[in-house]
């Protein structure tokens, strides 16, 4: 079934996987009707140990007072890279939102 695969397929291989001719904001369209917005999956780094943890914490605690000229300077190595023309090829899926009890 379709609808099985949504979270990794929408809304774009939903359309094909129908076998329909039917549009990507179509698909959409029916999907944010049915409750479920396409959203792009973050990619964190794993902090499995008690010591990234730390680390971290301990990184955080020691910069807090740095201005925003100061952190304007810095090249974060371990960030997405940035794409200016093209497609990034991100894989997007649905999700409906969190129920809050």
Not at 77 to 98: A, I, M, R, W, Y
């Amino acid at each position: 079934m379709v609808l099985s695969r949504i979270r990794v397929d929408c809304p774009l291989q939903v359309g094909g996987d129908l076998e329909l001719p039917v549009s990507t904001v179509t698909v959409r369209r029916r999907l944010c009707e049915a409750n479920l917005f396409t959203r792009i999956p973050r990619k964190v780094p794993l902090l499995k140990k008690k010591r990234h943890v730390q680390k971290r914490l301990q990184f955080a605690k020691e910069h807090i007072n740095w201005p925003k000229e100061k952190w304007r300077n810095i090249l974060w190595t371990d960030e997405s890279k940035v794409v200016l023309l093209g497609s990034t090829h991100h894989q997007s899926g649905c999700h409906s939102p969190p129920v809050i009890m």
